[in-house]
């Protein structure tokens, strides 16, 4: 075992097969991590909302539904917000991220909408960054 900040610990296990008297090393590299936690408002009582890091600066537009889906696939961290809005997204790596909030409106008697908004922020190793998102 062992742990890059002394609060989250990472395990990594090899099994290596040596011959009478063989000498091997292994050496690892623990990427130091960061953490983000934030706010998004805008969701109505009852909605679903996601939360996506992205790492890099990418600016997004004219996004559409598939869009919206697909970023669960190619996302770094997500999360999902409590009721009151507040989420953290634990082991990035440093850089800068690109984070989508998402949320699907759905109204009685229209079609469902979807609602997004993207904010940039900097990770940096054993450190917590904050970010607030408005759907509104």
């Not at 996004?63 to 919206?68: A, P, W």
Request: aromatic letters at 8%; charged letters at 30%; a negative charge.
């Amino acid at each position: 075992r062992a742990t890059d900040d002394g609060q989250n610990w990472r395990e990594h296990r090899e099994s290596v097969a040596l011959g009478e008297q063989a000498v091997t090393t292994f050496d690892f590299d623990f990427k130091k991590h960061g953490s983000l936690t934030g706010t998004v408002t805008g969701l109505a009582e009852g909605e679903a909302g996601g939360i996506f890091a992205i790492k890099g600066d990418y600016e997004l537009t004219n996004v559409t539904e598939d869009d919206l889906y697909d970023f669960g696939d190619i996302c770094d961290g997500e999360a999902r917000p409590n009721k009151e809005g507040v989420f953290t997204i634990r082991e990035l790596e440093e850089g800068k991220y690109t984070i989508i909030a998402i949320a699907e409106r759905h109204v009685i008697g229209e079609a469902s909408s979807f609602l997004y908004v993207t904010d940039t922020v900097e990770i940096k190793a054993g450190e917590e960054a904050s970010i607030a998102l408005s759907l509104n």
